[in-house]
């Protein structure tokens, strides 16, 4: 079968618009956060090809990832590894229920073979879907933890002990909508409110848990995302994802955290796509952009301008 095509210059240009207006963009942002919620969200109850009968396990999504961060900013990043998947429990009608997870490992390049695990941070939630018509409404519980690896290579090279360990979980409300088309595309919005219930933020040295911004301070956050794709033959889709969080950061005091907005934070991220499409899974090779003014690795806060180029593999339910 022939599955040759005529590439799509104009519209491969228009992808590259929001994502040169972003990375330029993001100099105006003064705060930003980049960890409210990493998960890449998979709404099975929007595709009913999924679906093989009402029951216990009706589908199941995985996804992993591996690149390298060609723009860095800092020295805690260099490789880009990370794994994730959907199951979902169980569907009965309109609803459903989903238990979602994502692992993402950190590794830097400060040991003699450039790849160095410094932490992982783990995500994992219970979700409830009720769909109405082509929209989907999510509610459920996030649960989120980052733990340091490695620390002894810090302590032998540097001669700095240092320790951060988080925890960040929170309840949350999602909207999606089964994909529009426009002019060709097909464009699938995204939403979500998250409101934090249990935060820690433990560093060491002790003098660094006063420093901001801190997860201990968490109070809510609210998230914006777009995707817009286009299949360009049966083996070939190109696309691009817009990803917009607001967090609100209050007193670090447990007791006050909610008395008061001290801070607000924005992270703008982008992402632009070229998916290679088999018969059970399609292959991704991505370039994506993200700026954060703390990547939760150091006990002091530490900005992370990253470009990422790598592959990612997920399966079609």
């Known amino acids: 079968m022939n599955h040759s095509f005529v590439f799509p210059f104009r519209s491969a240009l228009l992808i590259w618009i929001p994502v040169a207006l972003f990375f330029f963009g993001n100099r105006l942002v ?20 999924a679906r093989k009968g009402e029951g216990f396990l009706s589908s199941m999504t995985f996804w992993g990832e591996f690149g390298q961060y060609i723009v860095e900013r800092d020295r805690d990043h260099r490789w880009v590894v990370s794994l994730g998947g959907n199951a979902e429990l169980f569907r009965s009608g309109m609803w459903d229920l989903n238990f979602e997870t994502n692992v993402h490992l950190v590794v830097d390049p400060n040991n003699n073979i450039t790849f160095n695990p410094r ?6 939630g219970i979700v409830l879907g009720l769909k109405n018509g082509s929209q989907v409404w999510n509610f459920g519980y996030l649960h989120r933890c980052k733990h340091d690896v490695d620390n002894l290579e810090l302590l032998r090279t540097s001669k700095r002990e240092e320790e951060r360990a988080l ?28 409101v934090y219930v249990i935060v820690q933020d433990q560093r060491f040295p002790i003098y660094t848990r006063k420093l901001a911004p801190s997860v201990q301070s968490f109070q809510g956050a609210l998230r914006g995302r777009i995707t817009a794709s286009k299949i360009l033959s049966r083996v070939y889709r190109m696309g691009a994802t817009v990803d917009i969080r607001i967090t609100t950061l209050g007193p670090l005091e447990e007791a006050s955290r909610f008395s008061s907005i001290e801070r607000i934070q924005v992270n703008p991220a982008c992402e632009i ?15 994506r952009y993200t700026y954060d003014p703390d990547n939760f690795i150091a006990p002091q806060p530490r900005k992370s301008s990253l470009m990422a180029l790598g592959l990612r593999l997920l399966n079609i339910p």
């Open 167 to 194: 925890i960040y979980g929170s309840i949350f409300a999602r909207w999606t909508k089964k994909a529009m088309r426009f002019k060709g595309w097909d464009v699938e919005p995204l939403a979500a409110v998250h």
């Open 119 to 124: 932490a992982f941070i783990w995500e994992e």
């Open 273 to 287: 796509f070229w998916d290679f499409l088999g018969k059970a899974a399609a292959l991704r090779v991505f370039l």
């Open 30 to 49: 003064s705060q930003t956060w980049l960890y409210p919620e990493t998960i890449q969200p998979t709404i099975p109850l929007l595709n009913d090809i």
